[in-house]
Nanobody
Framework: QVQLVESGGGLVQAGGSLRLSCAASGRTFSSDAMGWFRQAPGKEREFVAGISSSGSSTYYPDSVKGRFTISRDNAKNTMYLQMNSLKPEDTAVYSC?????????????????WGQGTQVTVSS
């Protein structure tokens, strides 16, 4: 059974940092692009960061560029999201996803596997 399990969410003050992890099991994801998405109440799911299968290419929207860093360790089948300088508007459920392609997509419908999500709350 293929599973993606996120961890590392929590409550942090504005300006603080969190590191999310996404542990994959059930298959090897080293050939898959992976991404992080978030969804706040009443809002659509938003692309936060993406990384190619090899890890050589990363993508960020302007809203998080310079503050968030995505990385992956294919030997551990794990992906990470380092979030710095957090803002209250970053509050959302963060989910990791895997795509059965090597290249990143910003569209959630192009991802094949999803984790359950982890809550990130940033207080002002």
């Amino acid at each position: 059974q293929v599973q993606l399990v996120e961890s590392g969410g929590g409550l942090v003050q504005a300006g603080g940092s969190l590191r999310l992890s996404c542990a994959a099991s059930g298959r090897t994801f080293s050939s898959d692009a992976m991404g992080w998405f978030r969804q706040a109440p009443g809002k659509e799911r938003e692309f936060v960061a993406g990384i190619s299968s090899s890890g050589s290419s990363t993508y960020y929207p302007d809203s998080v560029k310079g503050r968030f860093t995505i990385s992956r360790d294919n030997a551990k089948n794990t992906m990470y999201l380092q979030m710095n300088s957090l803002k209250p508007e970053d509050t959302a459920v963060y989910s990791c996803a895997a795509r059965l392609r090597s290249g990143v997509s910003t569209h959630p419908y192009e991802y094949n596997y999803w984790g359950q999500g982890t809550q990130v709350t940033v207080s002002s």
